[in-house]
């Protein structure tokens, strides 16, 4: 299996040093692979490096056929209903800023610079998790290395996003951590954490705009 490189990225050293092995592992895999191959970029397809304004990091595709569109969190907009966490996430946007999408595609937060990254890109259809440790995370790392070059939001839910916080270097980010939104976690302190208002007003305060959640 080849995968299309994403131009604007194609410089991480992820790209040479570990996507062929995992395009080894992939092109060996019996099941089913999600999301399909041409959106496994997705996220970084969607937006370049300059563009990134906020980065929330989530952990891997959704393994139900159907569902993965190749931005975390995010699914195809005819899915109902949402997944548990995508579901979390809207009720939080709804007591935050009293908007909700009306679908669970999150490409319009995406075209407003928002990178919505998995730490791995790929799962075997029904196995949460099953290529979690095929390398992927070597891109999550160089990515946050290199978006740390300039002020952004950083959003990590949960222990698995956070494990990521020593790739995010210097101190004039917006950095917010709090459990993660799935079921098992979003009443610990998910819910009422106010991440979406609370990136606005960062940045606004730093001159930009809001991000419009609304938007799908």
């Not at 959106?39 to 490096?49: G, M, N």
């Not at 969190?73 to 009720?91: E, Q, T």
């Not at 075209?111 to 730490?119: C, H, P, R, S």
């Not at 029904?126 to 891109?139: D, F, K, S, V």
């Amino acid at each position: 299996m080849s995968l299309a490189v994403p131009p604007a990225w194609a410089h991480l050293p992820f790209f040479t040093d570990h996507l062929p092995r995992i395009e080894t592992a992939l092109a060996a895999e019996t099941r089913p692979v999600l999301p399909p191959p041409e959106v496994t970029f997705a996220a970084l397809d969607a937006v370049r490096p300059a563009d990134v304004r906020v980065v929330i990091l989530g952990q891997d595709p959704y393994p139900t056929a159907g569902h993965a569109n190749g931005l975390a969190f995010s699914v195809a907009p005819d899915v109902r209903p949402l997944p548990r966490s995508l579901s979390n996430i809207y009720k939080e946007l709804e007591a935050d800023l009293g908007v909700r999408p009306e679908n669970g595609d999150l490409s319009g937060w995406a075209a407003q610079g928002v990178l919505l990254l998995n730490t791995a890109l790929s799962v075997p259809q029904g196995a949460a998790g099953g290529h979690a440790r095929l390398g992927w995370r070597h891109l999550a790392e160089d990515v946050l290395r290199e978006l740390s070059q300039s002020p952004r939001a950083f959003v990590l839910w949960g222990g698995h996003a956070q494990g990521f916080r020593p790739f995010i270097s210097g101190d004039a980010h917006l950095i917010l951590s709090s459990p993660h939104p799935s079921p098992l976690s979003a009443r610990r302190g998910f819910f009422g954490s106010r991440p979406f208002s609370r990136v606005n007003d960062w940045l606004t305060a730093g001159g930009g705009r809001e991000i419009n959640w609304m938007r799908t």
